[in-house]
C-alpha cells in the first residue's frame, strides 16, 4: 500500500462544476500538506498549502485536512477550461522534509 | 510566493556527453534542495536531496556517480548527468522549501 493514495482519474467536468479532488495516506507524523497543479511538461505550481487540520479557501480554491481521518481534499468552484491539469497532493512530517506525493488526479473540465 | 528558477528548459544531448541543470532559488535561501525524475502519465519520483556544503543523500536505486549533484550556495544547486545514455531521457524537476515547496520549471532531457 502506497504511503498516500490518490485516484489517477481522469475527472471530467463541465463547466462551472466544483471539483472535489482526495488524497487518503497513511502515515500519522504527515503535519504538512500541499496541492499541486501541473500542467503538461511543465513544473508543479503551489496551489495551497496547508499545516495540521483545519480549512483553508484562496480565491476559487479551497483545501481540507481532516488528520483524524487522515484525509485531505481540495475544491475548485466555478471550474474553468484553464483548469485542466494533473492535481498532485503532497505532504510531509517536517517543515523542511522532502514530500510525499500522491500519483496525481488528470482533471479535464469542458466548455 | 517564492520562485524557484531551472535551466535549461529543454536540452538534446547526444549519447555519452554530460548535462548540466541548474536550479536556483530567486528570492530565497535554500540549506535543502530536492532533484526529481518525472516518466510520462507519472507522479514524480525523488532522486536525491541536495544539502548544501555537504553531500548529497541519494534515493534507492539512483547512481550518485551517474547524477552528480552539487550545491554550492545557499541559492544553486546542480544535476550533472553523465555520460547520458537514452534511457536517462526524461523531465528532470527541482525543488526546494519555503514552508511549502516551490518547484522549478522542470528541464526536459532528450538523449539520442
Known amino acids: 500500500q502506497k504511503e498516500v493514495e490518490q485516484d489517477p482519474g481522469p475527472l471530467s467536468v463541465p463547466e462551472g462544476a466544483i471539483v472535489s479532488l482526495n488524497c487518503t495516506y497513511s502515515?500519522?507524523?504527515?503535519?504538512?500538506f500541499m496541492w499541486y497543479r501541473q500542467y503538461s511538461r511543465k513544473g508543479p505550481e503551489l496551489l495551497m498549502y496547508?499545516?495540521?487540520?483545519g480549512n483553508k479557501e484562496d480565491g476559487r480554491f479551497t483545501a481540507q485536512v481532516d488528520k483524524s481521518s487522515k484525509y485531505i481534499s481540495l475544491f475548485i468552484r466555478d471550474s474553468q477550461p484553464s483548469d485542466s491539469a494533473t492535481y498532485l497532493c503532497a505532504m510531509s512530517g517536517n517543515a523542511g522534509n522532502m514530500l510525499t506525493f500522491g500519483g496525481g488526479t488528470r482533471l479535464m473540465v469542458k466548455p | 510566493g517564492a520562485v524557484v528558477s531551472q535551466h535549461p528548459s529543454r536540452v538534446i544531448c547526444k549519447s555519452g556527453t554530460s548535462v548540466k541543470i541548474e536550479c536556483r532559488s530567486l528570492d530565497f535561501q535554500a540549506t535543502t534542495m530536492f532533484w526529481y525524475r518525472q516518466f510520462p502519465k507519472q507522479s514524480l519520483m525523488l532522486m536525491a536531496t541536495s544539502n548544501e556544503g555537504s553531500k548529497a543523500t541519494y534515493e534507492q536505486g539512483v547512481e550518485k556517480d551517474k547524477f552528480l549533484i552539487n550545491h554550492a550556495s545557499l541559492t544553486l544547486s546542480t544535476l550533472t548527468v553523465t555520460s547520458a545514455h537514452p534511457e536517462d531521457s526524461s523531465f528532470y524537476i527541482c525543488s526546494a522549501r519555503r514552508f511549502g515547496a516551490f518547484f522549478g520549471q522542470g528541464t526536459r532531457l532528450t538523449v539520442v
Open positions: 502515515n500519522s507524523a504527515f503535519q504538512y
Open positions: 496547508t499545516y495540521s487540520s
